[in-house]
Nanobody, 112 residues
Framework: VQLQASGGGLVQAGGSRRLSCSAS????????VAWFRQAPGKEREFVSA????????YYGDFVKGRFTISRDNDKKTVELQMNSLKPEDAAVYFC??????WGRGTLVTVSS
């Protein structure tokens, strides 16, 4: 499985951004897909995940209802809708599958 994250860019504080993680290869439907992020000088941290099967979702504590993760198994994509963005949300966002694959990140910059 190969992953490609997209959708990053510059957004004003309070704005929204939708990230997309596209997968190629087989078995996507069988894996949990997660988003992580890493800001300069900080460790990579968990943002959100959507499980295979019934699609149970999980979020990092800092999300507090601002982000929504969804998956489309037919299109092999997982999207992360981010609302009410804060400057501290600025980071490179990566997607990851439970098969152990990381995608190339996409940079989100939030201006105050």
């Amino acid at each position: 499985v190969q992953l490609q994250a997209s959708g990053g860019g510059l957004v004003q504080a309070g704005g929204s951004r939708r990230l997309s993680c596209s997968a190629s290869g087989r078995g996507f439907i069988n894996y949990t897909v997660a988003w992580f992020r890493q800001a300069p000088g900080k460790e990579r941290e968990f943002v959100s995940a959507v499980k295979y099967g019934i699609g149970t979702t999980y979020y990092g504590d800092f999300v507090k209802g601002r982000f929504t993760i969804s998956r489309d198994n037919d299109k092999k994509t997982v999207e992360l809708q981010m609302n009410s963005l804060k400057p501290e949300d600025a980071a490179v966002y990566f997607c990851y599958t439970s098969a152990g694959y990381w995608g190339r990140g996409t940079l989100v910059t939030v201006s105050s």
